[in-house]
């Protein structure tokens, strides 16, 4: 009876041996794949040629909205996309090499992707996620009414300037302060604020909210050829975007 008792608890001991190196090499596997998949958010978060995936795809797809792009919007780093990368940092004063790291996520718009670069990482208030739906409503009727015949880019350009404008001790502090402060803009005036927009129009919003200015800080536009206000002619241009000047 000894003897099988023995027997039985140098099988259960061999068992336990068995399988305590198993589980132990499945929880370094585990914390090895966590690891991995920490360091490779970090890693393609720098995209540049040969990248894949979401950040890629959304990438392309501001790009091909803006008119640099004309490829297909699949995620896939390719020559097509670098182009599109190197010519859209060209025109927003950045280094042209086709990458696309903090600045250039910067310039797109993208804060989120951005902010995983940004080893200070520190909610800096802002972005559209702080303001309510009805902003994001505003502010599309309002890029849509003063611009939509302009450019992607040019439609952005507004709605900066409608956000500058909130961001300054000059201006009310809101946005529907802003668009409704008297004599602001020609579209509340002749009743155009009240067209309904456009998906480009609530993505111009959405983008001008998330930081992105291609006007460098203006806080005035005007079309020269109906502008009829001596005063803004006298303003400092900055940039010109399409029919619009743009001045602080």
Same mark, same amino acid.
């Given at each position: 009876?000894?003897?099988? @008792?023995?027997?039985?608890?140098?099988?259960?001991? @061999? #068992?336990?041996?068995?399988?305590?190196? #198993?589980?132990?090499?499945?929880?370094?596997?585990?914390?090895?794949? #966590?690891?991995?998949?920490?360091?490779?958010?970090? =890693?393609?978060?720098? @995209?540049?040629?040969?990248?894949? *995936?979401? =950040?890629?795809?959304?990438?392309?797809?501001?790009?091909?909205?803006?008119?640099?792009?004309?490829?297909?919007?699949?995620?896939?780093?390719?020559? *097509?996309?670098?182009?599109?990368?190197?010519?859209?940092?060209?025109?927003?004063?950045?280094?042209?090499?086709?990458?696309?790291?903090?600045?250039?996520?910067?310039?797109? *718009?993208?804060?989120?992707?951005?902010?995983? @670069?940004?080893?200070?990482?520190?909610?800096?208030?802002?972005?559209?996620?702080?303001?309510?739906?009805?902003?994001?409503?505003?502010?599309?009727?309002?890029?849509?009414?003063?611009?939509?015949? =302009?450019?992607?880019?040019?439609?952005?350009?507004?709605?900066?300037?409608?956000?500058?404008?909130?961001?300054?001790?000059?201006?009310?502090?809101? &946005?529907?302060?802003?668009?409704?402060?008297?004599?602001?803009?020609?579209?509340?005036?002749?009743?155009? &604020?009240?067209?309904?927009?456009?998906?480009?129009?609530?993505?111009?919003?959405?983008?001008?909210?998330?930081?992105?200015?291609?006007?460098?800080?203006?806080?005035?536009?005007?079309?020269?050829?109906?502008?009829?206000?001596?005063? &803004?002619?006298?303003?400092?241009?900055?940039?010109?975007?399409?029919?619009?000047?743009?001045?602080?």
């Amino acid at each position: 009876m000894k003897k099988v @008792l023995a027997i039985g608890a140098l099988t259960l001991a @061999l #068992a336990a041996t068995a399988v305590a190196p #198993a589980a132990t090499y499945a929880a370094m596997r585990s914390h090895t794949a #966590a690891d991995t998949a920490q360091t490779a958010v970090v =890693e393609t978060a720098v @995209l540049r040629q040969g990248s894949t *995936g979401g =950040e890629v795809k959304e990438v392309q797809r501001r790009l091909k909205n803006w008119g640099y792009y004309t490829g297909a919007v699949d995620g896939v780093f390719g020559a *097509g996309t670098r182009k599109a990368v190197i010519a859209f940092q060209k025109k927003n004063g950045l280094t042209a090499d086709g990458i696309v790291g903090k600045s250039t996520y910067a310039a797109l *718009g993208m804060n989120d992707s951005y902010n995983v @670069l940004d080893k200070n990482n520190k909610p800096s208030g802002g972005g559209s996620s702080s303001y309510t739906s009805s902003d994001v409503y505003l502010m599309a009727k309002a890029i849509y009414a003063e611009g939509r015949g =302009e450019s992607y880019t040019g439609q952005v350009a507004i709605g900066a300037v409608i956000m500058n404008r909130v961001k300054s001790s000059s201006f009310p502090n809101s &946005i529907a302060g802003v668009i409704y402060q008297k004599g602001a803009f020609t579209a509340v005036d002749d009743g155009q &604020i009240n067209l309904e927009p456009n998906q480009t129009a609530y993505d111009a919003a959405r983008d001008a909210m998330n930081g992105w200015d291609p006007t460098y800080g203006c806080l005035y536009y005007y079309n020269p050829a109906v502008a009829t206000s001596a005063w &803004i002619f006298n303003r400092q241009t900055v940039t010109v975007i399409g029919k619009h000047v743009f001045a602080i």
